[in-house]
């Protein structure tokens, strides 16, 4: 299983980014798809999470009001869009599959790269 994390860079706050995750060597339609970011000396922390058919989205309190979450199953991709960029967004972004509802990291199965965030002022 592979989950490869893009779209991540150096944004300005304020700005907008949408990351992207995709997925191989799973049935990508049965899993739990969630975003995860970590920033260095910090616990990781959840920021997004969708079902499996998109029907149900669940949110982490730093995503709420600023970030969305998507997914094609046909292309086996989940994305973050991420709008109003703060300095404290910035982290490693990380995509995470599992089989349990609400996600959750101690629960998740496989886990991408992570793609770096960096939002300035």
């Known amino acids: 299983v592979q989950l490869q994390a893009s779209g991540g860079g150096l944004a300005h706050a304020g700005d907008s980014l949408r990351l992207s995750c995709a997925a191989s060597g799973l049935t990508f339609s049965h899993y739990v798809m969630a975003w995860f970011r970590q920033t260095p000396g910090k616990e990781q922390e959840f920021v997004l999470g969708?079902?499996?058919?998109?029907?149900?989205?669940y949110s982490g309190n730093s995503a709420k009001g600023r970030f969305t979450i998507s997914r094609d199953n046909a292309e086996s991709t989940v994305f973050l869009q991420m709008n109003g960029l703060k300095v404290e967004d910035t982290a490693v972004y990380y995509c995470?599959?599992?089989?349990?509802?609400?996600?959750?990291?101690?629960?998740?199965?496989?886990w991408g790269n992570g793609t770096l965030v960096t939002v300035s002022s």
């Open positions: 995470a599959a599992g089989s349990v509802w609400p996600p959750d990291k101690s629960r998740m199965q496989y």
């Open positions: 969708i079902s499996p058919t998109s029907t149900s989205t």
